[in-house]
């Protein structure tokens, strides 16, 4: 179950349903919409941006600096208190985090600010759906605040997490080594009075950060931009906060106070159609309603935001649930507002991966848990995104990576890859935390670091499709013709009646080959090149890259050629016969080769349905592919593929205990490898010869030998011993040639006959 992975999840939640034993329920979608509202950064948000990113480098370095002044480090960078120094940067790491998600809630506000004056000016009802409203912020400010002081909308921003962390928790004070069970550790230094002793240096660090922070552009928050820019007469607010700054006529801002019933009041007034407008956090993300009732006065359509999705995917779904329920006018339109900062696939990538556990659990397929919002890609915390950046880890460390120097990478994220004799870390760092430094980058420096990421994802993501071990769920098979040529009933269950069937089915697919023009235009770091010993052309990468699989990070270089795309070891293509060609030539040999290919191809392959969960611990485990198919002609069926070794295996257990009919030997035969008994003393055997599976005849003395092979057998001389094999394979009639072989009488008589 654990090897098969979300796909195996969402078999286990259907048959789990067929049984009776689970029950998940569920809403129609039918009439939902979806899209994705992208807010594209200006140039001026661009520049505050990046200074914020520059700002956060000054910040880690004056950390490293005050973490060695304090006596935290020591003067080669080890750290002499691990829990001082892991809590100093923990703080700062998160903090850092919540900043930036912030940060670009606030500047995706005028485009959502902007949609929904569209939605309103159309006739339909708005609801923004938020998880932080920054109350605590607002509380910490006018705690500081003189009593004549005015609030300015500069003095709300997400800025203040950050120099909040930076005058609680920076580290200022001295630590002292101390000996305990013969280990040195750090402990804070106190002064003859007992009070704590401040190291003068680290202040001056925290200052000179606090006042490059300070300096820079602020923010507001989405939340209260979206209350001023329409009035708190036209926005209702659902949600935790207890006071809020509203805008007066004039633009100065103010402090109101929202009692315990606000919620309801709000509620109500948008469910009455008094306000259009709807903002709800998580305090108001369950046990409310404000989709388009039947028995609402406003059945205006909804449009739901989905500003901020957090990190909890049942929370996001609970939120999506407001718009979406029963006894509803019109169905709503759902959109998810992000933007073009690469560094917010951070926020995206949790809820993507957990939205795809909890649709695979509830409904028996991933893509249900999100609706379809969220794309596979956008889960970057799979087994495949963590294989590809350890590639890309041991690229950076060694000098391979184009988007920046290993020097650079760790200048701006403050991540260490290799050790002090150059040696790539066993442990490096999680994907979780490469996100989040990656977002403190500035714009280019994310792009260019994303672009290369994403490259190598795809590419993982290509080889592991290509072993057959690529997790996609719940696969849509397609080809050009789908031909359903067996049906086999292998396993019924006692107490549900379910069927459990094996399906054989051919499937022709289109050969689809690009031009050697095409070819080049489409991949532009690749070398034409030829190999000598086959005379083929391929496109061969120009520099190898890492690759991590199975735990060892390996050098390969990838190989396109007119019939699909390979990977090459480095230390395999040295010694190879492939060599670099013009143009021209390589065209010439790869079109003659791509018109050479054959117009379409047929495979066989098949698919176990029905009722899996019961006998799940039979099924070989050499492939957990789920896929759904439409055969000419039938109708759709979903199941999990099988080779044939793997099929003949499940019919040998299910089907056949005692074997009568030449039919039922191969079968058995065909499912494991022990011997079976055909008569007259002969056995058949399956048997792994030279890397291809045969069914082999044992017992036959010298006389039987040319009367099988007149029926049909052949020999092989193997270690010095002549063995004779049944024939097996596409094309070849084998229960026919066993059954001559069973139904002649002996052999030898067979061979008289003849």
């Given at each position: 179950?654990?090897?098969?992975?979300?796909?195996?999840?969402?078999?286990?939640?259907?048959?789990?349903?067929?049984?009776?034993?689970?029950?998940?329920?569920?809403?129609?979608?039918?009439?939902?919409?979806?899209?994705?509202?992208?807010?594209?950064?200006?140039?001026?948000?661009?520049?505050?941006?990046?200074?914020?990113?520059?700002?956060?480098?000054?910040?880690?370095?004056?950390?490293?600096?005050?973490?060695?002044?304090?006596?935290?480090?020591?003067?080669?960078?080890?750290?002499?208190?691990?829990?001082?120094?892991?809590?100093?940067?923990?703080?700062?790491?998160?903090?850092?985090?919540?900043?930036?998600?912030?940060?670009?809630?606030?500047?995706?506000?005028?485009?959502?600010?902007?949609?929904?004056?569209?939605?309103?000016?159309?006739?339909?009802?708005?609801?923004?759906?938020?998880?932080?409203?920054?109350?605590?912020?607002?509380?910490?400010?006018?705690?500081?605040?003189?009593?004549?002081?005015?609030?300015?909308?500069?003095?709300?921003?997400?800025?203040?997490?950050?120099?909040?962390?930076?005058?609680?928790?920076?580290?200022?004070?001295?630590?002292?080594?101390?000996?305990?069970?013969?280990?040195?550790?750090?402990?804070?230094?106190?002064?003859?009075?007992?009070?704590?002793?401040?190291?003068?240096?680290?202040?001056?660090?925290?200052?000179?950060?606090?006042?490059?922070?300070?300096?820079?552009?602020?923010?507001?928050?989405?939340?209260?931009?979206?209350?001023?820019?329409?009035?708190?007469?036209?926005?209702?607010?659902?949600?935790?906060?207890?006071?809020?700054?509203?805008?007066?006529?004039?633009?100065?801002?103010?402090?109101?106070?929202?009692?315990?019933?606000?919620?309801?009041?709000?509620?109500?007034?948008?469910?009455?159609?008094?306000?259009?407008?709807?903002?709800?956090?998580?305090?108001?993300?369950?046990?409310?309603?404000?989709?388009?009732?039947?028995?609402?006065?406003?059945?205006?359509?909804?449009?739901?935001?989905?500003?901020?999705?957090?990190?909890?995917?049942?929370?996001?779904?609970?939120?999506?649930?407001?718009?979406?329920?029963?006894?509803?006018?019109?169905?709503?339109?759902?959109?998810?507002?992000?933007?073009?900062?690469?560094?917010?696939?951070?926020?995206?990538?949790?809820?993507?991966?957990?939205?795809?556990?909890?649709?695979?659990?509830?409904?028996?397929?991933?893509?249900?848990?999100?609706?379809?919002?969220?794309?596979?890609?956008?889960?970057?915390?799979?087994?495949?995104?963590?294989?590809?950046?350890?590639?890309?880890?041991?690229?950076?460390?060694?000098?391979?990576?184009?988007?920046?120097?290993?020097?650079?990478?760790?200048?701006?994220?403050?991540?260490?890859?290799?050790?002090?004799?150059?040696?790539?870390?066993?442990?490096?760092?999680?994907?979780?935390?490469?996100?989040?430094?990656?977002?403190?980058?500035?714009?280019h420096m994310q792009n260019a670091l994303f672009a290369e990421f994403m490259k190598r994802i795809a590419d993982q993501t290509e080889r592991a499709r290509a072993a057959g071990t690529l997790d996609l769920g719940v696969e849509t098979l397609r080809g050009e013709r789908i031909e359903q040529v067996s049906t086999?009933?292998?396993?019924?269950?006692?107490?549900?009646?379910?069927?459990?069937?094996?399906?054989?089915?051919?499937?022709?697919?289109?050969?689809?080959?690009?031009?050697?023009?095409?070819?080049?235009?489409?991949?532009?770091?690749?070398?034409?090149?030829?190999?000598?010993?086959?005379?083929?052309?391929?496109?061969?990468?120009?520099?190898?890259?890492?690759?991590?699989?199975?735990?060892?990070?390996?050098?390969?270089?990838?190989?396109?050629?007119?019939?699909?795309?390979?990977?090459?070891?480095?230390?395999?293509?040295?010694?190879?016969?492939?060599?670099?060609?013009?143009?021209?030539?390589?065209?010439?040999?790869?079109?003659?080769?791509?018109?050479?290919?054959?117009?379409?191809?047929?495979?066989?392959?098949?698919?176990?349905?029905?009722?899996?969960?019961?006998?799940?611990?039979?099924?070989?485990?050499?492939?957990?592919?789920?896929?759904?198919?439409?055969?000419?002609?039938?109708?759709?069926?979903?199941?999990?593929?099988?080779?044939?070794?793997?099929?003949?295996?499940?019919?040998?257990?299910?089907?056949?205990?005692?074997?009568?009919?030449?039919?039922?030997?191969?079968?058995?035969?065909?499912?494991?490898?022990?011997?079976?008994?055909?008569?007259?003393?002969?056995?058949?055997?399956?048997?792994?010869?030279?890397?291809?599976?045969?069914?082999?005849?044992?017992?036959?003395?010298?006389?039987?030998?040319?009367?099988?092979?007149?029926?049909?057998?052949?020999?092989?001389?193997?270690?010095?011993?002549?063995?004779?094999?049944?024939?097996?394979?596409?094309?070849?009639?084998?229960?026919?040639?066993?059954?001559?072989?069973?139904?002649?009488?002996?052999?030898?008589?067979?061979?008289?006959?003849?």
């Amino acid at each position: 179950m654990e090897a098969g992975g979300v796909a195996a999840m969402e078999v286990v939640a259907r048959d789990l349903k067929t049984l009776g034993l689970y029950t998940a329920r569920a809403l129609s979608f039918d009439g939902v919409e979806y899209d994705v509202l992208e807010h594209a950064l200006t140039p001026a948000q661009i520049e505050i941006y990046d200074a914020y990113a520059t700002a956060f480098r000054t910040i880690h370095h004056n950390l490293e600096a005050a973490l060695t002044a304090t006596g935290v480090n020591d003067a080669s960078g080890e750290t002499n208190a691990s829990a001082a120094r892991a809590s100093a940067k923990s703080r700062f790491e998160s903090t850092k985090q919540r900043f930036f998600n912030h940060l670009l809630m606030g500047m995706k506000a005028p485009t959502i600010i902007r949609a929904i004056e569209d939605d309103l000016a159309a006739g339909n009802a708005c609801v923004i759906q938020v998880v932080s409203t920054g109350e605590s912020l607002l509380k910490r400010r006018l705690e500081t605040m003189d009593a004549e002081e005015e609030l300015v909308e500069g003095a709300l921003t997400p800025r203040d997490y950050v120099l909040g962390y930076l005058e609680q928790a920076f580290p200022i004070h001295a630590q002292k080594l101390v000996e305990i069970d013969g280990n040195m550790v750090a402990e804070p230094l106190r002064d003859a009075n007992g009070a704590l002793v401040v190291s003068r240096e680290a202040l001056a660090l925290r200052d000179a950060a606090m006042m490059e922070l300070m300096t820079l552009a602020p923010i507001a928050s989405a939340l209260d931009q979206i209350l001023w820019a329409f009035g708190d007469e036209a926005v209702a607010e659902v949600t935790g906060r207890s006071i809020r700054p509203l805008k007066a006529e004039d633009g100065h801002l103010f402090i109101e106070k929202r009692s315990a019933s606000s919620n309801s009041s709000e509620t109500q007034a948008f469910m009455d159609g008094e306000k259009d407008i709807l903002i709800f956090s998580d305090a108001g993300g369950t046990g409310r309603s404000y989709h388009a009732a039947q028995t609402a006065k406003n059945q205006k359509r909804r449009r739901h935001y989905l500003l901020e999705p957090g990190w909890r995917a049942d929370a996001a779904i609970q939120g999506l649930g407001r718009t979406h329920r029963s006894a509803q006018v019109s169905a709503p339109f759902f959109r998810v507002c992000t933007s073009d900062v690469h560094g917010e696939k951070r926020f995206t990538s949790t809820i993507a991966k957990r939205l795809d556990q909890l649709g695979a659990l509830t409904k028996g397929q991933r893509e249900t848990g999100s609706q379809g919002m969220f794309r596979e890609e956008d889960n970057l915390e799979s087994p495949i995104a963590r294989a590809a950046l350890r590639g890309y880890f041991a690229d950076l460390a060694a000098g391979r990576a184009e988007a920046m120097s290993y020097e650079s990478f760790t200048d701006w994220t403050a991540l260490r890859l290799i050790d002090k004799d150059g040696v790539l870390l066993e442990e490096l760092p999680p994907i979780q935390r490469f996100l989040n430094r990656v977002l403190a980058l500035p714009i280019h420096m994310q792009n260019a670091l994303f672009a290369e990421f994403m490259k190598r994802i795809a590419d993982q993501t290509e080889r592991a499709r290509a072993a057959g071990t690529l997790d996609l769920g719940v696969e849509t098979l397609r080809g050009e013709r789908i031909e359903q040529v067996s049906t086999e009933d292998l396993w019924t269950c006692p107490k549900s009646g379910a069927v459990t069937r094996i399906i054989g089915l051919e499937v022709t697919d289109p050969v689809h080959v690009l031009s050697a023009d095409d070819a080049l235009s489409r991949n532009p770091d690749k070398l034409p090149m030829v190999n000598r010993a086959s005379g083929r052309a391929a496109l061969i990468s120009a520099r190898p890259m890492q690759m991590y699989d199975e735990d060892v990070v390996t050098l390969m270089r990838k190989a396109v050629r007119p019939n699909g795309s390979s990977y090459l070891e480095e230390a395999r293509f040295g010694s190879s016969a492939w060599e670099e060609i013009s143009k021209p030539e390589f065209a010439r040999l790869w079109d003659a080769e791509a018109a050479s290919l054959p117009k379409t191809t047929t495979t066989k392959l098949y698919l176990l349905t029905g009722l899996l969960l019961p006998i799940w611990k039979d099924i070989p485990t050499t492939n957990e592919r789920i896929y759904r198919v439409t055969p000419d002609g039938a109708t759709a069926m979903i199941g999990r593929t099988l080779s044939e070794e793997g099929a003949a295996a499940l019919r040998s257990r299910f089907l056949v205990s005692n074997p009568q009919t030449p039919q039922e030997m191969m079968t058995v035969a065909l499912g494991t490898t022990a011997p079976v008994d055909i008569g007259r003393g002969l056995t058949l055997t399956r048997r792994r010869v030279a890397g291809e599976m045969r069914l082999e005849l044992g017992g036959a003395d010298r006389g039987m030998i040319e009367s099988l092979k007149a029926l049909g057998c052949f020999t092989e001389i193997i270690a010095f011993q002549l063995r004779v094999f049944l024939p097996h394979g596409d094309g070849v009639d084998t229960v026919s040639i066993l059954a001559r072989i069973v139904g002649q009488g002996t052999p030898r008589a067979a061979d008289q006959a003849a």
